[in-house]
Structures are given as structure tokens and as C-alpha cells.
């Protein structure tokens, strides 16, 4: 600042021309500070692939489980680093991003058009099954329960877990009651699942064709079920026939994205119907078949339906390259849907996981830039003028695998890209949405490459941001520790000794605990202003083993584990033409903190390469 209260004009203000990496520019005194330190939330990996699924479900008992989705795995775990994740389930897929939500006290899962998942705290299953095949038999036995005439029976798999009903077997079972026959045994053989465990049966009245509850029962050890009901007792009509007695619902095939919205799970994107929307009826997991439970969402215009969002009452619907919104309540006949930006136009999630909802809207990047939308706006506004030129030099082959989040700590928009050259989201930005202002942000020395963001509860209930990475691993943002990963032991020190491959400290205690320091950065200062970095591959208690050193580690260097680079770079003043007795002051102030990182300050005068 200059001496008085105005702004130097000479000076380049935080927020504007400069390079910083983990400065957080978003207070409203133009000050920068230093980002905290990620925690490493589990000690051992499950695997040394990227973590495509983070996920916090809270059941109706305020229960919280987070979920991780890694190579296929569905698991779970709690937040001591010294705590393995436990498979809820297996076989998903392993090589998109997948969506989740929840709804009547489930969590719901889009499996990146492989699959859809339903699940709770403890286990996950397929969303829906095709209807049963196995035969059923009907047969009269003595007795005087119900009328004298014809009947119909079906049946159906029901979930005592999920509450989940099958489509039904959809072949009707008539039989004719006589006077003295007035009660039918109904048997049917098959095997029950862990989530299908019992059969919902139906039944007609005498002669008609609505079908009606009849009972529920246990696969092992209810069969056969003797119906005595009367006709006046059946009183719930069946959700998954017409009134003609036609199956009415399906199995809906693998998703992108799924939502809760207004009562009904929407599902979006389906897999085979690129452009297709569908969602269930009101309350429950059951699809109908018919095309009043369905849309498509311009369906000739060559793009995806990627994503949905329940926002402001509406349902916001993301396609590559344009935005759609349906409105509606109840009455899905009275459903509409309106054109928000169009194909034309080219403002769309083409690259969809980095849409994510904001107290101001939903942010997304779009093929020209990120933008900003809510339900209301005329049209998305572009928000990324600090950062367009960098967006061009994007990959953008991998935009399937850009993600996106909305901190809530720093009140920032994420941003976690793969430049050009790269092949993993190396470069991510933030977006502080109280300021407008961009910055770069980076982790343990860029040896931290996110693959997924999640908001979740921390031991504190503390709502933080928790990230996924590259290598397998899981990361609580913000949180109280020092340098990133590093929850425990040493983290900075002098070496005692060095090779090609280690770096050595006689008197440290790194972390051993599961696989200890593996994945993050080791950063060695040989000189004044010579500083490489190296990935750890495994330690000891008192050595560290990286990937290969330029310059091998000397006794008396200075090492940093998992170490957090802040760089701040205020551009270029131009003094003016030689002459003698000319000054130039230029101040900057800074807060003391108490820590044992120490602040370099240098500067470069004429071209300098190295800064003094």
C-alpha cells in the first residue's frame, strides 16, 4: 500500500496480473493468506487408482456414512487416518465419475451409464430388477372365503431392505372359484436375494382386471400362500399395473446423473437415449413404463443430457451444449419444460462434472468459459474473463473427468483441470464468488491431483470440503494440520544424508502408520533459491524413498514433507530511465503468525533468473 489510505496505482493489487499458488485472495481488504493444510483421512488406500465417488449419506436417524467409490469399489469409512474403508459393494464401474442422491431415506447412485445403485449405511444393491420368470400356480381349495367367479393373480419381487417392488411377472394366473371351492392356494418357486427377499402378491376382484395388494411374504418359508381374503378387504390398488391389469412399470437402464426432486427420483442421461430424462412415481423407487413418465430432451440435436439439478423449484437440466428447465409439480401429464439457452447458443456442461449448485446459482464449465445460472436469469452469465485464455490451453479430451465443487469454508468455487500435456487434473482453480476473483491453487507440491470434491461433515460437525485424488487417496480441506497429507511426525527438518532415491534424518519421525507418506511431495532446499520436489514412494521412520532426484540430497539441506508453496508474484514496476539519487519504496505488510515455516522474501532487478 502506499503511505496514506489510497491504493498506489503503481502497485498490482491481489486479484489482478499475478501467479499465487494456495493465497487465498477473497477478503474484502485486498490482503492474501496462506490456505490451511489437508489431512489425509485414511491411512491405507484400497487401491492406487483415482477416486471417482465421494459421498455423504445421513439417514433419518441423523446417521452419517461417506461413501468413496475407487476401482470399482463402493465403500465407506470414518475420518481417523488410521481407519481402513469397508466394501459396501462391488462390481461398479471404474472409469467415470459417478453421481449420487438420496431420496426416502436411501442413497441413490448413477454409475456412469453402466448401472443405477440403491443403498444405506450398511449395503448397495442394483436399482431395480427385471420382472421374476418363475411360473405360478394357482389351485382351489375348500372353503368359503371368496366369491364365486373368476380371478387373477400376479406377483412381484419386494425389497424388505430398500422397499423396492419389481416389475410384476405380468402373466396373468386366472382361476375360477365354485361354491363349495372358495379359497385359492397361490405357490410359486424361487430363490430369494439379499435385496429381494419376499413376494408381493396381487389379486383382481371376481371378475375384473384391477389388480389390488394382496399380501407380502417371506420367499423362504411363506409358500404356499393360502388366499381367504375377501374382495372388500383388498383395498390398495397395485402401482405397477394399469387398470386393465397390464404391467406398467421397468427396470430403467444405467444413468448420469440422478435427482430428488419434488417427491419422484429423476434419473438423467440414460444409457442407449443420450437425450432421455425419466423419473419415478411420487414417493417411491418405481419407474413407470409408459412415455408420460419420460421425456426427451431435444433428442436431434447430436448432444448428451448430462446433468439435473432440483434448484429455486425447478428442475435445471444440462445438456453439452445448452441448458433446459422442467416445472411441474404433481400431475406428470402437466409436466413443461422451457428452453433456457439453446444449441445455438453453446452454452451448455460440456464439461459436466464441474457444474455444482452455489448460494448464488450453479456454476459449470461450458465449452467457451464458466458460467453462472439460476432459475430466473435471463441467461448464464460468464464468469472466468481472469482465467479465459488459460481455459483454451486445456485438454479438453478429458473433460469428462474435470471437477467441479462449491466450498463452503472459503466460499469458492473449485475448479480441478488437465492442461494441455497433462494427463491428470494438475491445474485447479478458485473462484471466490464475494469478490469475483480468480486464483490458482495447488496441493503438496502438485503431487496432489484431484479427481473428486465432496462437501461433508468432519469429526466436528463442521461442514469442510473433502477431496479425492489421483492415487487412491482421500483429503479433509481446511483442516488444523501443517504441511498437506502429513497428520502426524515430523514435516520439516535437516537432512543427515541423502542418496539418488532418499532423503535421510536420523533425528525424524515421519508417519508409518498403514502406508504412511506415500503419494506426497518431499521438497529438499539446497540452495538459497534451489528447491525440487520428488514424490515419496514409501518411508521409514527416519527415511524417505522418492521417485529419482536431479540433485541427490546432501547432509545439512533442508526437507519439507508434503509442504504447502505459497508464491506471490506482484508483476513488474518500471523504474523509470537511469539517473542518480532516484528511490522507489515500495511496501508490503505482513501479519505475523506464529509458525515454524519460515517467509522468503526476494526480488529480481533486470532480468534477473534467480530472485535475491
Known amino acids: 500500500k502506499g503511505l496514506d489510505t489510497t491504493l498506489n496505482p503503481t502497485l498490482v493489487q491481489p486479484g489482478y496480473a499475478r501467479v499465487s499458488q494456495n493465497l487465498l485472495h477473497n477478503r474484502g481488504d485486498n490482503r492474501a493468506e496462506l490456505r490451511s493444510g489437508m489431512d489425509r483421512v485414511w491411512a491405507t488406500r484400497p487401491s492406487a487408482n483415482a477416486v471417482y465417488g465421494l459421498y455423504e449419506y445421513t439417514n433419518n436417524a441423523g446417521t452419517i456414512t461417506r461413501i468413496t467409490q475407487i476401482n470399482g469399489s463402493l465403500r465407506s469409512f470414518v475420518l481417523a487416518p488410521a481407519t481402513l474403508t469397508t466394501e459396501i459393494d462391488a462390481g461398479h464401474q471404474t472409469t467415470a465419475i459417478p453421481r449420487f442422491s438420496q431420496a426416502l431415506n436411501f442413497w441413490l447412485e448413477t454409475d456412469g451409464r453402466d448401472n443405477n445403485y440403491i443403498g444405506n449405511g450398511t449395503v448397495g444393491y442394483p436399482l431395480q430388477v427385471a420382472a421374476p420368470t418363475a411360473v405360478p400356480t394357482v389351485s382351489l381349495a375348500i372353503g368359503t372365503s371368496l366369491s364365486i367367479g373368476a380371478y387373477r393373480y400376479d406377483y412381484a419381487y419386494y425389497s424388505s431392505v430398500t422397499t423396492e417392488i419389481s416389475?410384476?411377472?405380468?402373466?396373468?394366473?386366472?382361476?375360477?372359484?365354485?361354491?363349495?371351492?372358495?379359497?385359492?392356494?397361490?405357490?410359486?418357486?424361487?430363490?430369494?436375494?439379499?435385496?429381494?427377499?419376499?413376494?408381493?402378491?396381487?389379486?383382481?376382484?371376481?371378475?375384473?382386471?384391477?389388480?389390488?395388494?394382496?399380501?407380502?411374504?417371506?420367499?423362504?418359508?411363506?409358500?404356499?400362500?393360502?388366499?381367504?381374503?375377501?374382495?372388500?378387504?383388498?383395498?390398495?390398488?397395485?402401482?405397477?399395473?394399469?387398470?386393465?391389469?397390464?404391467?406398467?412399470?421397468?427396470?430403467?437402464?444405467?444413468?448420469?446423473?440422478?435427482?430428488?426432486?419434488?417427491?419422484?427420483?429423476?434419473?438423467?442421461?440414460?444409457?442407449?437415449?443420450?437425450?432421455?430424462?425419466?423419473?419415478?412415481?411420487?414417493?417411491?423407487?418405481?419407474?413407470?413404463?409408459?412415455?408420460?413418465?419420460?421425456?426427451?430432451?431435444?433428442?436431434?440435436?447430436?448432444?448428451?443430457?448430462?446433468?439435473?439439478?432440483?434448484?429455486?423449484?425447478?428442475?435445471?437440466?444440462?445438456?453439452?451444449?445448452?441448458?433446459?428447465?422442467?416445472?411441474?409439480?404433481?400431475?406428470?401429464?402437466?409436466?413443461?419444460?422451457?428452453?433456457?439457452?439453446?444449441?445455438?447458443?453453446?452454452?451448455?456442461?460440456?464439461?459436466?462434472?464441474?457444474?455444482?449448485?452455489?448460494?448464488?446459482?450453479?456454476?459449470?464449465?461450458?465449452?467457451?468459459?464458466?458460467?453462472?445460472?439460476?432459475?430466473?436469469?435471463?441467461?448464464?452469465?460468464?464468469?472466468?474473463?481472469?482465467?479465459?485464455?488459460?481455459?483454451?490451453?486445456?485438454?479438453?479430451?478429458?473433460?469428462?473427468?474435470?471437477?467441479?465443487?462449491?466450498d463452503v469454508v472459503d466460499r469458492a468455487y473449485l475448479l480441478a483441470v488437465t492442461p494441455t500435456g497433462e494427463t491428470l487434473n494438475t491445474r485447479v482453480y478458485k473462484y471466490f464468488i464475494d469478490t469475483g476473483y480468480w486464483d490458482l491453487d495447488s496441493y503438496g507440491g502438485n503431487r496432489i491431483r484431484p479427481t473428486s470434491f465432496a462437501k461433508m461433515h468432519n469429526g466436528s460437525n463442521r461442514l469442510k470440503m473433502y477431496m479425492g485424488d489421483s492415487n487412491g487417496y482421500c483429503y479433509e480441506m481446511n483442516a488444523s494440520t501443517g504441511n498437506d497429507g502429513v497428520t502426524s511426525g515430523t514435516e520439516t527438518g535437516t537432512a543427515t544424508g541423502g542418496?539418488?532415491?532418499?532423503?535421510?534424518?536420523?533425528?525424524?519421525?515421519?508417519?508409518?502408520?498403514?502406508?504412511?507418506?506415500?503419494?506426497?511431495?518431499?521438497?529438499?532446499?539446497?540452495?538459497?533459491?534451489?528447491?525440487?520436489?520428488?514424490?515419496?514412494?514409501?518411508?521409514?521412520?527416519?527415511?524417505?524413498?522418492?521417485?529419482?532426484?536431479?540433485?541427490?540430497?546432501?547432509?545439512?539441506?533442508?526437507?519439507?514433507?508434503?509442504?504447502?508453496?505459497?508464491?506471490?508474484?506482484?508483476g513488474r514496476i518500471d523504474c523509470g530511465t537511469a539517473g542518480y539519487k532516484r528511490f522507489l519504496r515500495l511496501n508490503f505488510e505482513f501479519q505475523s503468525q506464529t509458525h515454524s515455516i519460515p517467509l522468503l522474501l526476494g526480488y529480481t532487478i533486470d532480468g534477473n533468473t534467480q530472485p535475491t
Not at 525 to 530: L, V
Open 167 to 406: 416389475p410384476a411377472y405380468g402373466t396373468v394366473s386366472s382361476i375360477t372359484t365354485t361354491a363349495g371351492n372358495r379359497v385359492v392356494s397361490f405357490n410359486v418357486v424361487i430363490a430369494a436375494t439379499e435385496q429381494f427377499d419376499q413376494i408381493r402378491i396381487y389379486r383382481t376382484r371376481v371378475g375384473g382386471t384391477q389388480y389390488y395388494e394382496l399380501a407380502t411374504i417371506n420367499i423362504v418359508g411363506g409358500f404356499p400362500y393360502t388366499d381367504i381374503i375377501a374382495d372388500v378387504a383388498i383395498t390398495t390398488v397395485s402401482t405397477i399395473h394399469t387398470s386393465a391389469g397390464a404391467t406398467n412399470t421397468d427396470r430403467p437402464v444405467g444413468a448420469t446423473d440422478v435427482v430428488f426432486h419434488r417427491g419422484r427420483p429423476h434419473l438423467i442421461g440414460l444409457s442407449g437415449n443420450r437425450s432421455r430424462h425419466r423419473w419415478g412415481q411420487p414417493n417411491t423407487f418405481q419407474f413407470d413404463s409408459t412415455t408420460d413418465a419420460r421425456h426427451d430432451v431435444h433428442v436431434d440435436d447430436g448432444d448428451f443430457l448430462w446433468r439435473g439439478f432440483s434448484f429455486d423449484g425447478s428442475l435445471v437440466l444440462f445438456k453439452d451444449h445448452s441448458i433446459h428447465i422442467m416445472n411441474g409439480d404433481v400431475d406428470e401429464r402437466a409436466f413443461s419444460w422451457q428452453i433456457v439457452s439453446d444449441r445455438n447458443q453453446g452454452i451448455g456442461a460440456y464439461c459436466p462434472f464441474t457444474a455444482t449448485a452455489t448460494p448464488f446459482g450453479i456454476i459449470f464449465q461450458g465449452e467457451n468459459g464458466v458460467y453462472l445460472y439460476r432459475p430466473g436469469m435471463p441467461e448464464p452469465l460468464r464468469i472466468s474473463e481472469g482465467i479465459q485464455e488459460d481455459l483454451e490451453g486445456l485438454d479438453y479430451t478429458y473433460r469428462l473427468l474435470f471437477v467441479g465443487e462449491y
Open 499 to 570: 542418496s539418488a532415491t532418499t532423503v535421510s534424518d536420523t533425528g525424524a519421525a515421519f508417519r508409518t502408520t498403514g502406508d504412511g507418506l506415500r503419494g506426497l511431495a518431499a521438497t529438499v532446499q539446497s540452495g538459497d533459491s534451489a528447491f525440487e520436489s520428488q514424490e515419496i514412494t514409501s518411508n521409514t521412520a527416519t527415511t524417505l524413498t522418492t521417485t529419482a532426484w536431479t540433485t541427490t540430497p546432501a547432509s545439512g539441506n533442508t526437507y519439507y514433507v508434503g509442504a504447502i508453496e505459497g508464491i506471490l508474484s506482484l
